[in-house]
Nanobody
């Protein structure tokens, strides 16, 4: 079992910054990668960014490239999503997701990010 706990959400004005954290615990050796997803009101969930657990390879959705940075603190089993130059369209519930080597997935509870214009 892998447990994920997100933190760092909140409200900010357009152009501001937030840093989200996703702390993993349990059988962390079974993690292949960690991804951030978001879901805005009335919309489907979309992939935002991902990082390989061992090698650190990263991937981003086009709309956040150059503004968001995903990183990992291996010593703390925590993945961060640094979000700069936030826009109102970034408003959503952000959730982290662990891809396990078994093919299963684990989800955190989500954290709200609200960007006002």
């Amino acid at each position: 079992q892998v447990q994920l706990v997100e933190s760092g959400g909140g409200s900010v004005q357009a152009g501001g910054s937030l840093r989200l954290s996703c702390a993993a615990s349990g059988r962390t050796f079974s993690i292949f990668g960690i991804n951030w997803f978001r879901q805005a009101p009335g919309k489907g969930r979309e992939f935002v960014a991902g990082i390989n657990w061992s090698g650190g390879n990263t991937d981003y959705i086009d709309s956040v490239k150059g503004r968001f940075t995903i990183s990992r603190d291996s010593g703390e089993n925590t993945v961060f999503l640094q979000m700069n130059s936030l826009k109102p369209e970034d408003t959503a519930v952000y959730s982290c997701n662990a891809e396990l080597k078994s093919g299963l997935r684990a989800w955190g509870q989500g954290t709200q990010v609200t960007v006002s214009s």
